[in-house]
């Protein structure tokens, strides 16, 4: 049991522990109570001061102190831990957009403006590459031929000079190959009959054997450089290389020409195929495929 001190807190009542310097009931510090006539120190639970003789006050003599009227309790309103909780959001809402407002980055861009920003280069952009799509299908549908003659497939001119390139490279590398009968068969119908007519297949065979050591197809392009007419299509020839000795040249180009004939692509070559040709190509035939070399 703890021992009885003597001593009550000033401010509340409270008995203290003996030796104690604050109130374990209201943390009130304690002080020594003294005489309100001589400041001398009042014994504890003496009515008289021993110094000068007079009267101690209750409170001051150790008496508990006589405790206040308090009013009557106030019914608490339930909406008061809401209204609470209500205030507790709103604060933290504000100190959420003062440290986004205020946050430590170097940059002067704000966390909302940066978020805001990058909507709109991410807007920007799906614009842009929907503006890009656009822009390239109306350049493909521009670039559809509707020629004017007939004879030429519907199709893009890349498409056509995709079709011409994979024909001419097949043509060369089966002269490469030396499989001459397959190039035979790359060749348009008119022109397989005016070799036969003036040289025969074999004359003809010999002539592209000659070009089998030296030709290097592999990169070959072709490029429409006109059409023609009644499915002809004049393309200039590049890319392909050239090695035989003591050539003047290291490239296998020019122009040269191509028919579409039965749904697809035949080689059609030389200026002596037509007389209309003939008479264009023969004094230019040095810009004919190969002829520079």
Known sequence: MTPNSGRRCGSCGEELAPGASFCRACGSRYQEPACEACQAPIVAG?????????????????????????????PRSKRTPLLIAAAILLLGAGAGAAIVLTGGSDSPTTRAEASAEAAAVSRQGGIEAREEDEAAEAEAQSEEVEPEEEGFPPVSRPEMEGEIE????????????????????????????????????????????????????SGLAAQIDS????????????????????????????????????GEWSYDPGYSTTSDRRRVWKPRSGELLGAGC
């Open 166 to 217: 994979s024909l001419l490279l097949a043509y060369h590398d089966n002269v490469v190959e030396r499989d001459f009968r397959s190039a035979w068969m790359l060749l348009s119908a008119r022109k397989r009959q005016q070799d036969l007519a003036e040289y025969g297949y074999g004359e003809w065979k010999q002539a592209q054997a000659s070009l089998s050591d030296y030709l290097a197809p």
């Open 227 to 262: 059409l023609e007419g009644d499915g002809v299509a004049r393309v200039m020839v590049s890319g392909m290389g050239w090695s035989a000795p003591d050539s003047p040249c290291s490239e296998w180009s020019g122009l040269t020409w191509v028919r579409y004939e039965g």
């Open 46 to 74: 003496t009515a008289f001061c021993r110094s000068c003789g007079a009267p101690v006050a209750a409170a001051a003599a150790g008496a508990p102190p006589t405790p206040a009227a308090s009013a009557p309790a106030q």
